[in-house]
């Protein structure tokens, strides 16, 4: 079982991810739960999942844009960035486009390749959770995430970088 | 010089704590190997061919006394007694054990030196010209913003996972000493029609296997927009640049591939973003880091002091040094010394502890204790009042660093090459040795003049062979080592890149070459011509026709 961090706590998942998925059919069968479904379903599908009674977040991969989420983006309640390998640092740019260009609010949860040593670099960048992977130990990602007790950088939990305070 | 506060010494602690305790994860099998490399990447900790490699950041060469007597002291107790500077402004050494690397890093710290990100795949350490604050004509003093992009770029979150590695140069001075144009980012400092002082951005310039001349990208950036514009063109990089083959991965290949002006577009898109920012510079700032660069006590000095005169005239010897190691000063009555410790069977670069320390030495006794390491793997001390050139000369003389071969033919930029590195496809040390062999008279060098020659040891180009004058490059051709000669680059202000003259030569044909190439210069030089202005008016048809000519 895959374990979450979210909000700086070891906590409960409520979401399914759907990794791939030409059709609705899946969130369909399975009325009031909570699903993450690929960001082509979400567009290819908006009036199912108008209709659907339970909540819907979509997930990018790292070589997708954010620019393709278009309209409905602040509507949605989570949204999720792939590591497809940890070395792969494009989901980094794009949590903070979302969080500083777009001023996105709500959840944005790491996915994938998620790992102890990259936890703190993520969450600066603006992610709120973490997806981590099976064989990570939660409590020392938790303790990760305070690595650092300061930097350089601005980041969506704190707009000033290190110059302009110190 | 830099000093840190304590945001500055808390942060480095924290990576060595972090670094520690991923070195004993990776050493009790927790972590695996392809999980610790980039950790250990970022950290500047290689794993070569005979053993460990550690590369310890120069922010824009700068080493304060204090610090160089540390690097003997880790040279000393960590290494076999000496270190080694490198093409960009840093010191390596060879055999630190991986086990030991925590404790060593702690050392460092009490210095204010670090290793980090001198490797991986993120931004590097920032370089400048070594003549920085010093030099005549010079628009203004860049350390400060190199300082400033220092801080940036370390630990920045977004781009500690780019396609590929991504190195920084800034230069303010009219000469450029720094290759600016050959790094992914350079940065020139220029003033606009108003008078104000900005930056000229270029960006996709690099050697390697595909080199290439950075192209502009703004012409005139503000001060307060340094790393706002700086931001941007990352963000496109990470984001747009190849990770499906790591030879395509640098940022020259997008600018390439996309097009100079479609990447202006994009940058200049993720540049209206970040332009209103907390990312936007601010005066004081600018003001605070400046503050560390300002000239240190001067004293009242005359320039071209009776004495110098006199002991220039009295020492031949004396006056060959000073004619080529010594440079102009923008404060009468003090000079620029080069201090170049290339010789014959020592591969450029290596230095002893012995010499550390002895540059230490030198550098409180003469030069505001302070020093630099210069691209060309040299060290400069900055602030000489004139009057004392002599004796410090003498002292170099005794410390076996008194070379007078500054920018000369046998002044060779080299890399460590086959004896020493897991890339090279040939060697390239002996190659040096064999060259200065040939041309060991420092007479027969100055008659010849400003000559540059870089030797790598495989298409990597860490021996910068693209852009020497004379370039030679080790291949391999079926499990044999053979060398291909180019002529013609240069890494000034008007860069340009070496062309091939034909096919490679064997390991013991290269002397012989490198001195046909030469007479063919001296047989056909006009007035003050240098061997660039030579070539760039004769092509390479004439130099081609020598070297391949049959024997008689």
Redesign the interface.
């Known amino acids: 079982m895959q374990k979450l961090i979210k909000d700086g706590t070891i906590a409960n998942d409520s979401w399914t991810i759907i990794k791939t998925a030409t059709g609705p059919e899946i969130f369909q069968a399975a009325p009031g739960k909570a699903f993450i479904v690929p960001l082509q379903l979400w567009k290819d599908f908006r009036e199912e999942i108008e209709e659907y009674n339970g909540s819907i977040a979509v997930w990018l991969d790292s070589n997708e844009s954010i620019n393709k989420i278009g309209a409905g983006l602040q509507s949605l309640p989570l949204i999720a960035l792939n590591f497809p390998a940890f070395s792969d640092g494009r989901s980094y740019s794009n949590a903070r486009e979302l969080r500083l260009a777009h001023n996105y609010k709500g959840e944005i949860r790491a996915i994938g390749d998620v790992l102890r040593d990259q936890v703190f670099f993520m969450s600066r960048c603006g992610f709120s959770s973490f997806q981590l992977r099976e064989d990570q130990d939660a409590d020392a990602c938790l303790m990760a995430l305070n690595d650092f007790s300061d930097a350089y950088q601005l980041s969506a939990a704190e707009p000033l970088p290190l110059f302009r305070r110190r | 010089m830099y000093q840190y ?1 304590n ?1 500055d010494h ?2 480095l602690r ?2 060595i ?2 670094y520690r305790d ?1 070195t004993q994860r990776y050493l009790d099998g927790k ?1 695996s190997e392809a ?1 610790f490399l ?2 250990r990447l970022q950290n500047g900790l290689y794993i070569q061919r005979l053993a460990p490699m550690l590369r310890i950041a120069v922010p824009y060469g700068m080493l304060s006394s204090r610090q160089l007597r540390k690097l003997a002291y880790i040279a000393n107790h960590y290494d076999k007694g000496y270190g080694h500077f490198t093409t960009r402004q840093n010191i390596q050494f060879n055999w630190p054990a991986l086990e030991d690397l925590p404790d060593l890093l702690t050392e460092l710290a009490e210095v204010e030196m670090h290793a980090i990100q001198t490797s991986g ?1 993120c931004i590097r350490n920032t370089t400048t010209d070594q003549f920085a604050g010093v030099a005549v004509d010079e628009l203004e003093d860049s350390r400060g913003y190199c300082e ?1 992009i220092r ?2 770029s ?10 590929r590695k991504f190195k920084i140069a800034v230069c303010g001075t009219k000469v450029d000493q720094a290759a600016t144009q050959l790094h992914d980012i350079g940065i020139y400092l220029v003033s606009n029609t108003a008078g104000e002082t900005g930056f000229r951005i270029l960006a996709g310039g690099g050697l390697g296997r595909t080199p290439i001349i950075g192209k502009e990208i703004f012409d005139f950036v503000e001060k307060k927009h340094l790393l706002t514009a700086l931001e941007a063109i990352l ?1 496109v990089y ?2 747009e640049g190849r ?1 499906d083959n790591k030879y395509k991965a640098r940022i020259k290949i997008l600018v390439k591939e996309t097009g100079v002006d479609a990447f202006k577009q994009k940058v200049n898109h993720e540049w209206e ?2 332009k209103a ?3 936007q ?2 005066d004081e ?1 600018i003001t ?1 880091c400046q503050s560390f660069f300002t000239d240190p006590d001067y004293q009242t000095l005359d320039n071209e002091p009776d004495t110098l005169k006199q002991q220039l005239s009295e020492n031949l010897m004396f006056a060959s040094w000073h004619e080529q190691n010594v440079n102009p000063h923008k404060i009468d009555g003090y000079a620029i010394v080069t201090v170049c410790f290339k010789s014959t069977g020592v591969a450029p670069g290596d230095v002893t502890d012995i010499q550390l320390n002895a540059l230490a030495d030198l550098s409180d006794k003469y030069s505001f204790g302070e020093a630099r390491v210069t691209h060309d793997q040299n060290v400069v001390l900055a602030d000489v009042p004139q009057e004392d050139l002599f004796s410090l000369w003498q002292e170099l003389q005794s410390a076996a660093m008194s070379s007078q071969n500054l920018g000369l033919l046998t002044d060779l930029i080299c890399c460590p090459g086959g004896d020493f590195c897991a890339l090279a496809n040939a060697k390239s040390i002996p190659i040096a040795e064999s060259i200065q062999r040939k041309f060991s008279s420092v007479e027969a060098q100055k008659e010849i003049g400003k000559l540059s020659l870089n030797i790598s040891g495989c298409m990597n180009a860490c021996g910068h062979h693209h852009v020497g004058n004379i370039g030679i490059l080790g291949v391999d051709k079926k499990g044999d080592e053979f060398y291909q000669v180019s002529l013609g680059g240069s890494s000034s202000k008007e860069a340009s890149l070496g062309k091939i003259i034909g096919p490679a030569f064997a390991e013991e044909e290269i002397p012989a070459v490198i001195e046909t190439i030469v007479d063919v210069y001296k047989n056909n030089r006009q007035e003050n011509e240098l061997f660039i202005d030579t070539f760039q008016r004769m092509g390479i048809a004439p130099f081609k026709e020598k070297v391949y000519a049959k024997a008689d």
Do not use: K, V
């Open positions: 506060d945001y808390q942060m924290d990576r704590a972090q991923q972590l999980e980039p950790l795949n400033i801080q940036w370390t630990f920045h979150p977004e781009f500690a996972y780019l396609p963000r990470n984001r990770r973003d970040l920012s907390g990312l510079l601010t700032e605070r």
